[in-house]
């Protein structure tokens, strides 16, 4: 089984524009709503790959009726942890001429300790020899900032294999906990070893730092670049080699999330690194297609494959 985890959900809107009129007024053209949060898309995508796969989210209590409509809407198996609050807004709007989107992302707060005991209980009465589990996405504001840490700590005592996808002091500590593969983006890898884009050497030598440290799979997902693994002996690069005017439109919000889940399904069919990778990349490059975050079909993941490029050098 894979379990995700979703300590900072969201409720994502998608509003599409015509196009953008500084200082003037666009007309709506449509709202769309859908609950999110890097696990609950991490879900997503691994249905959309025929993955079985069990959310776990915190979740505020007062959204509880609409999430759970809207992920029996999708057959997406999704198990709340309730507490007293709200649940932060994330706002994409497509600017649907202009050929561009920008996403508004709000903060979350948390203040209760009874749902992630309970989370935490759950796991622990349910995780065995075999599963994967996948913690995703920033921890809220006023919620342990060893949350990730301890899941892991609980994990690794089942031998079960654990990813990590956070990022500020939620990396920090995860990291400290030493999970089995960490995922994040170029802007948090930087924002963590404190180094430019452009200082390669560096760049290796932390992730080199990270495999010694016990982390056996390091992975830098780059946007439109792609995405680079180090697995204590090559550095894998992927990407989609695509001509520049083949879409119109890219939808980018959620495609770190479709390439973990790429990933990790990858994984459980006992796929090799590059096979992994290429299935992720797709996957990632699939979810720009397609409006709201991580909704992507088969028929473009696998025509993605197709392009993706793979280097590996030392």
């Given amino acids: 089984m894979i379990y995700t985890v979703t300590a900072n959900p969201a409720i994502d809107e998608i509003i599409t524009v015509d196009h953008l009129k500084k200082n003037g007024v666009s007309d709506i053209k449509s709202v769309e709503k859908y609950i999110g949060g890097k696990g609950v898309n991490t879900g997503r995508a691994l249905k959309s790959l025929c993955k079985k796969s069990m959310v ?5 209590s007062s959204d509880r009726d609409f ?4 992920c029996k809407k999708e057959d997406l198996e999704i198990l709340p942890f309730c507490f007293e609050g709200n649940t932060r807004i994330s706002r994409t709007i497509v600017f649907q001429s202009d050929c561009f989107n920008t996403h508004l992302k709000e903060k979350g ?3 209760d300790k009874k749902a992630p005991g309970e989370l935490k209980k759950y796991l622990q009465q349910n995780l065995k020899d075999g599963d994967y589990l996948m913690l995703s996405g920033s921890l809220p504001e006023g919620l342990d900032e060893y949350f990730y840490s301890d899941l892991i700590e609980d994990a690794k005592k089942k031998n079960v294999l654990t990813f990590l996808d956070t990022s500020g002091l ?7 906990s030493v999970p089995f593969c960490l995922k994040v983006n170029l802007d948090e890898f930087i924002e963590f070893s404190e180094q430019s884009k452009t200082d390669v050497a560096d760049f290796k030598m932390t992730a080199k730092a990270l495999f010694k440290y016990g982390i056996s799979l390091i992975i830098i997902t780059m946007g439109s670049e792609g995405a680079v ?3 204590g002996e090559n550095f894998h690069h992927a990407r989609v080699k695509l001509e520049k005017n083949n879409f119109e439109q890219s939808y980018g ?3 770190g999330d479709s390439f973990f889940a790429g990933f990790v399904s990858a994984m459980q069919e006992e796929k090799d690194i590059k096979e992994c990778m290429i299935d992720a990349t797709a996957c990632g490059a699939a979810n720009a297609l397609m409006t709201g975050s991580a909704r992507f079909n088969l028929g473009d993941v696998k025509s993605m494959m197709e392009n993706v490029q793979i280097s590996k050098e030392v």
């Fill in 56 to 60: 776990l989210v915190l979740l505020a």
């Fill in 67 to 70: 999430v759970m409509d809207e």
């Fill in 253 to 255: 919000v959620g495609s």
């Fill in 170 to 176: 939620a990396l920090e500590k995860g990291i400290e």
């Fill in 109 to 111: 707060y948390f203040n």
């Fill in 229 to 231: 693994l180090y697995d």
